[in-house]
């Protein structure tokens, strides 16, 4: 019985620490952004924003509830960090853009790294302003690393560290490959849950998917996405400038110089991750000349979702990790 009693109290005090979620306008009115926050106890000055990936949002990645009060920025907030994570307009909580609501082939492709890298400088002027916050690190994943890079080459002054969690590298031999030059593609949750397994990457036999994902993560994915016009009730509209700067990006192409980021940079990836891999990573390290601190990490046991996978804990105390090292260095 007693046991009991403090197992409840513990998942009391996780779900405590509620995500709450503001709209931010953007410029030309009409249009927001979704910034979802979980607030530490007590005022630190310090927070972290999160940054999504190609695919799916914020509450599908940093902030999935594992079990209540289990995600990372969860984590985060229990360091004493203001963990906040960004919707990209046309994801989650976010606008949908008018050209996402037509013809995929009658717009250009949505939310392109430079439109991103706004939307991105958006929620940090609004952690500044209305949060209080001082100091912000941003940790970004997978297509997010584009814009938040650029974002730090763009606003070298605003930002305390920069993490870049499976970050799309140059790829020999990818210049050939061109990505559709449409506003949106389709998309259904299962498939996306079917790709987050790596089956063809890993082992045979081996799962690295948290159990939560399997059983809830495509249901909620679904739901965090309306459906529009006469879709099919499972078809989601995703944007497609993602598809667009990943293709520029492993041709060695992408919107920013490195050399212009001054911020520390952290590049952190997992072992079966087929979107990078230690020499890669090192040679796109290397071309941050600007950075006072550069940290290289391989987990072992993670795919290219390991925030979503059994080595996350892994994942969230290397980047704490590296964001308390910048912070010392600092001082």
């Known amino acids: 019985m007693a046991m009991l009693m403090i197992g409840a109290m513990a998942s009391a ?11 931010i306008p953007l410029p030309g009115g009409g249009e927001h952004v979704a910034l979802h ?8 000055g310090k ?18 509830q594992f079990r209540p009060g289990d995600s990372w920025m969860h984590y985060m907030a229990r360091q004493g960090y203001l963990a906040c994570g960004l919707d990209f307009l046309g994801y989650g909580g976010s606008s949908m853009p008018a050209a996402m609501k037509g013809d995929a082939s009658a717009a250009p492709p949505v939310d392109r790294a430079p439109e991103a890298a706004e939307q991105i400088a958006a929620a940090v002027s609004y952690m500044h302003g209305k949060k209080g916050v001082m100091d912000v690190h941003i940790v970004a994943h997978s297509w997010g690393t584009i814009p938040a890079a650029a974002y730090a080459a763009r606003y070298p002054h605003e930002l305390a560290s920069l993490t870049l969690f499976g970050p799309i590298v140059p790829k020999p031999g990818a210049g050939g490959n061109k990505a559709p030059n449409v506003a949106w593609f389709p998309l259904t949750a299962g498939q996306r849950l079917e790709q987050l397994r790596f089956e063809k990457v890993l082992p045979a036999g081996k799962v690295l998917l948290e159990p939560a994902v399997s059983e809830r993560w495509a249901r909620e994915f679904r739901a965090s996405t309306p459906t529009v016009g006469d879709d099919a009730p499972e078809r989601m509209r995703i944007p ?14 992408y919107p920013y110089a490195a050399a212009d980021v001054s911020a520390p940079v952290f590049v952190v990836f997992g072992n079966y991750d087929t979107v990078v891999n230690d020499a890669e990573a090192s040679a ?3 071309k941050f000349t600007s950075s006072p601190m550069k940290w290289r990490l391989c987990i072992d046991d993670g795919t290219h979702v390991m925030h979503l996978e059994r080595q996350r804990w892994s994942l969230y105390e290397s980047v704490a990790a590296f964001i308390r090292a910048t912070s010392e260095a600092g001082r």
């Open 37 to 44: 926050c979980v607030a530490p106890r007590g005022d630190t």
């Open 13 to 23: 005090a996780l779900g405590a620490m509620l995500i709450e979620t503001t709209n």
């Open 240 to 253: 497609n400038g993602s598809n667009v700067d990943i293709a520029e990006g492993v041709a060695g192409t």
């Open 47 to 64: 927070a972290v924003l999160f940054v999504h990936g190609s695919t799916f949002p914020t509450k599908l990645a940093f902030g999935f």
């Open 284 to 286: 796109f390290l290397g």
